[in-house]
């Protein structure tokens, strides 16, 4: 597929590369944004070898939310294709929730509505000083709907209520201190802070970083007991791999592992 609004490179046989590239408007999304970042995520999701997505946008701006464009031509539809295409959009966040990859954001600059969101769907996050993050959709007599769960499950419902009804501007510093990014880098040094994730991520095998993130997203807001017959299968399989029995190996004998890539 030859992409126009994203950017898709391969940085070895380990780390995509997905870019928003739309920087004349703020890698603002649009419908055709959304269908091109799905078709990535599929073709990210598919290779085995991947251990890593970093995401990111072109520019100044990380994503300044939907294309005000598309949210005019919104006012025209009927309730039936505004909820058709609501939920192509919700099932964007929960691709990229359910990746079996580690998403790695970097957040360059702006952050606001569904670059909140998408802020918020990452496993690791890094963002320069110079992002600010807003979730803006109440100034627009709207509300944060599809990302919601995703914002709320990132930094608690106090706070996703504090700033889904306030549309407040934080900034970096503020964002690490409520949860909402990991970890802030200076504009020159975001890069250098991104390859320092990607560093501790290659140590993992892929079918490690799948499994976990799986584990964590079944697991959340269930009960410890509810949960003890999965985890205990789930512990068991991967005991059964070729990864586990390389893993203890290269621990005892003080070398680096050689994982094995394990088809999906």
Same mark, same amino acid.
């Given at each position: 597929m030859n992409y126009e609004s994203i950017k898709l490179t391969m940085d070895g046989d380990c780390v995509a590369r997905l870019t928003l590239a739309r920087p004349e408007i703020q890698n603002a999304m +649009?419908?055709? $944004?959304?269908?091109? =970042?799905?078709?990535?995520?599929?073709?990210?999701?598919a290779d085995d070898k991947l251990r890593a997505v970093v995401l990111t946008g072109e520019g100044k701006s990380f994503c300044a939310g939907?294309? !005000?464009?598309?949210?005019?031509?919104?006012?025209? *539809? &009927?309730?039936? %294709?505004?909820? @058709?295409? &609501?939920?192509i959009l919700a099932e964007l966040f929960y691709e990229f929730d359910t990746l079996?990859?580690?998403?790695?954001g970097r957040i360059n600059?702006?952050?606001?509505?569904?670059?909140f969101g998408m802020t918020c769907i990452c496993d690791v996050t890094v963002a320069s000083t110079a992002?600010?993050? +807003? !979730?803006?959709? @109440?100034? !627009?007599?709207l509300l944060p709907a599809n990302i919601g769960p995703y914002v709320a499950r990132r930094i608690g419902l106090a706070r996703a209520r504090r700033y889904g009804l306030t549309a407040q501007f934080i900034d970096?510093? *503020?964002?690490?201190r409520i949860g909402l990014v990991d970890r802030v880098a200076a504009p020159e040094? $975001?890069?250098? @802070?991104? %390859?320092?994730? =990607?560093? !501790?991520?290659?140590?993992i095998p892929a079918s490690s970083i799948a499994s976990t993130k799986k584990l964590f997203n079944d697991v959340i807001g269930r009960p410890p007991r509810d949960c003890m017959d999965y985890t205990a299968?789930? $512990?068991?399989? @991967?005991? %059964?791999?070729?990864?586990?029995?390389?893993?203890?190996?290269?621990? $005892?004998?003080?070398?680096?592992?050689?994982?094995?890539?394990?088809?999906?």
């Open positions: +649009s419908m055709g $944004l959304v269908q091109e =970042l799905r078709h990535a995520l599929g073709v990210i999701a939907g294309d !005000l464009n598309w949210m005019r031509s919104v006012l025209g *539809q &009927s309730r039936a %294709e505004r909820i @058709a295409e &609501s939920r079996p990859k580690v998403v790695v600059g702006a952050a606001t509505g569904g670059g992002a600010r993050f +807003s !979730l803006t959709e @109440a100034k !627009l007599g970096a510093a *503020q964002a690490e040094d $975001l890069d250098r @802070a991104i %390859e320092e994730e =990607l560093a !501790l991520i290659m140590a299968a789930a $512990l068991a399989d @991967a005991w %059964e791999t070729e990864n586990a029995g390389e893993g203890i190996a290269a621990f $005892l004998a003080k070398r680096p592992a050689a994982w094995k890539v394990m088809r999906g």
